[in-house]
């Protein structure tokens, strides 16, 4: 087995040191986090992760992959060609165990001229395809997973990751974009069969750059409907904005302020689709002032 | 000495700090629990500006969870006294949520995942059968011998949960095991119980000054869980600057209660522990009296080493934490049981494999 290697990840806010001697995690981090990464320069770290392969009989016959953070072993141990979904997944534990410095919207979040969309969702509502599709069509990509308010400014903080793009998403996201720079397949996760997209260079480096929200809508995938954007109370917005807040409860006060923040900040929609190239199409205007779908008027 | 206990001991020593310091602290501070205690000590140091701005932001993230798990300790206390008050059964809150109710300088930055009361053991059994129909469920498995085992030679009944909000609840009808070498007569307790009802709006006490740090030493060197114990000990020195700041016979009140309990030894070794770990400054006086109380250089010794190892090691889930982890488990089953009883209770736990002998478990933060 070769050495371990460490290498430092720059994250959004966070800085994380990655120690593996698993020379494919290398590789595929690598690969989505080029412009990201650095050597250990002795720097102060939020994370400090291991991913190794634990010894044993067993490992021989079956290799696994061992997540570790501080010294502490939170899981079970994974299937070995996992190890890049487990690191990705254990990072954003990490995240969502202690971060709540900042306020965390389970939101795809992107970026028009630092004007910021959120599209929060629960797993289904097509979240994630949507922001890869819109990241693939020139959008800056702040997040797929977390959606980080700084609580007093009401800002999105970036966190640009590889986007986990799942079973029939991966194929959806190829039509979109034959030329999708996606990283490895992997077969069976949790989560079933999970292709990542990469975030481009400019989303990695302008990852300290945080965006002003603008607009809030809520996706939901539709088999056969058309694009509709359907605008939303700012009491209905808020109450689903809080309600896919991860640490909407935990924060009190801090949550309930920063949701409101949001949500006077921006004009609020519902969004139904079907057809990624016409949502794709549909949400640009939005965010170029033109109103192609039926509901304009946006305030509500 | 760890860095923990380096900072914890004199908060600016971090302006000497570089990364590599501050990278072994963290992991450190974040399994001892201490994440929100730390930047409180930074604050009334006047130390924040020499923390890194990364983890400043972590322990910012901390204290909303520890204000968040506060709230809901208090609120859970609540719910069981409401559960309880048709029973005509007297309550005592103790440790984390008793400092919530007391209102103590520590409910600032004490986190704490279970609620500990104080019921007498006469109503111990009823008090359990009222929160059992009022939605809790014993916390875990026990068989026959588990049972057996928390009734007849522990100090509370088997753990209970409530089955909705998932609340841990921990009922006892004294702070030492009644098969134990130190005895506490629980009548003496409740009559020095101090009404904390006005913050929480319901009926509840909490232990007086005195028996609020006895019950930290007796806690802390008769616990099986030794793991993140610094915080105790923190705890202990918390309540003691507190309780002693502006009372001059703070000390000799201690001590007189302490031996009153007969709780020397466990008093003995908590000011030894936090005047090494975390530069406690106990009186002059204080300290010689209490040497009546210490044991042989022998005892002394190995009991300094094992709770260095195991409460201020250098870097977590090190193989010398884990070993004096068991070693003190041993000894703090030595303590409250029994010889033959001990010897039966070990290789059972041993062949159940429930003993803590890994360090690693879990969650950061």
């Not at chain 1, 409860?249 to 949550?255: D, I, P, R, S």
């Not at chain 2, 085992?149 to 009944?157: A, F, G, I, P, S």
């Not at chain 2, 009644?178 to 007569?185: A, G, K, L, N, W």
């Not at chain 2, 982890?325 to 209770?345: C, D, E, G, Q, T």
């Amino acid at each position: 087995m070769s050495r371990p290697t460490k290498l430092i990840l720059d994250t959004g806010p966070f800085r994380v040191g990655i120690t593996s001697a698993i020379p494919q995690l290398g590789d595929t981090i690598a690969f989505f986090y080029r412009d990201a990464i650095s050597t250990d320069r002795g720097d102060v770290l939020d994370y400090n992760i291991g991913l190794h392969r634990p010894p044993g009989l067993r490992a021989m016959v079956r290799p696994q992959v061992v997540f570790d953070v501080d010294g502490l072993r939170p899981f079970d141990p994974q299937p070995l060609e996992n190890a890049f979904p487990v690191f990705e997944w254990g990072l954003n534990w990490c995240i969502a165990t202690s971060a709540h410095r900042y306020m965390m919207l389970h939101a795809g979040t992107i970026a028009f001229d630092g004007q910021a969309m959120i599209l929060p969702g629960t797993p289904g509502s097509g979240k994630s395809t949507l922001s890869a599709a819109l990241h693939l069509s020139g959008a800056r990509l702040l997040s797929d997973e977390f959606g980080l308010v700084r609580p007093e400014t009401a800002e999105l903080l970036p966190l640009p990751r590889g986007i986990p793009l799942k079973n029939a998403s991966i194929e959806a996201i190829l039509e979109f974009d034959p030329a999708a720079p996606l990283g490895p397949t992997y077969p069976k996760t949790r989560k079933g069969r999970v292709r990542h997209l990469r975030p481009d260079a400019d989303s990695l480096r302008c990852q300290a750059q945080p965006a002003v929200p603008r607009w809030l809508v809520f996706p939901k995938y539709v088999a056969g409907a058309p694009e509709v954007l359907t605008p939303l109370s700012r009491l209905e917005a808020f109450r689903q904005l809080a309600f896919n807040c991860f640490n909407y409860t935990l924060l009190g006060e801090t949550g309930f302020e920063a949701v409101d923040r949001i949500v006077r900040a921006v004009d609020c929609y519902t969004f139904t689709f079907s057809r990624l190239d016409a949502a794709v199409t549909a949400l640009q205007a939005l965010a170029q002032g033109r109103q192609l779908a039926i509901g304009a008027g946006g305030k509500a | 000495m760890s860095l923990l206990t380096e900072f914890l001991a004199d908060p600016a020593c971090i302006r000497a700090w570089r990364p590599k310091e501050w990278n072994r602290f963290l992991p450190l501070l974040r399994e001892a629990r201490l994440m929100t205690r730390a930047l409180f000590l930074a604050e009334s140091a006047g130390t924040v500006d020499a923390i890194p701005a990364r983890i400043v932001d972590q322990m910012i993230g901390a204290r909303a969870q520890t204000r968040y798990v506060q709230i809901q300790a208090v609120r859970e206390l609540r719910l069981v006294l409401q559960a309880l008050q048709h029973e005509n059964i007297r309550v005592m809150a103790l440790k984390g949520v008793a400092y919530q109710v007391a209102a103590l300088p520590l409910a600032k930055w004490r986190g704490l995942s279970d609620i500990d009361l104080l019921v007498d053991r006469a109503d111990v059994e009823r008090a359990e059968a009222s929160l059992l129909r009022s939605g809790w469920v014993v916390n875990g498995e026990f068989d026959d011998y588990d049972q057996r085992y928390y009734r007849e030679w522990m100090h509370e009944v088997p753990p209970l949960r409530h089955a909705a909000r998932e609340t841990e609840v921990d009922l006892h009808h004294n702070l030492s095991p009644p098969v134990s070498r130190i005895r506490i007569d629980a009548a003496e307790l409740w009559r020095g119980a101090v009404a904390a009802g006005e913050n929480v709006g319901m009926e509840v006490s909490v232990l007086s000054d005195c028996d609020m740090l006895l019950h930290n030493a007796v806690h802390l060197f008769m616990n099986d869980e030794l793991r993140g114990g610094l915080r105790d000990v923190m705890d202990f020195r918390d309540l003691y600057m507190h309780f002693g700041t502006g009372d001059e016979q703070f000390e000799q009140r201690l001590l007189a209660r302490a031996e009153a309990l007969g709780c020397g030894l466990p008093l003995y070794y908590a000011i030894d522990t936090a005047r090494r770990l975390v530069a406690l400054k106990p009186g002059e006086k204080m300290v010689a009296d209490l040497s009546r109380h210490r044991p042989s250089v022998f005892t002394r010794s190995l009991m300094r080493w094992l709770i260095e190892h195991a409460l201020a090691p250098t870097q977590t889930a090190l193989r010398t934490t884990a070993l004096a982890n068991w070693l003190l488990f041993v000894r703090s089953h030595w303590i409250r049981m029994p010889k033959a009883l001990l010897l039966r209770h070990l290789v059972r736990k041993t062949l159940k494999r429930r003993a803590p002998i890994s360090t690693i478990q879990e969650t950061p933060g």
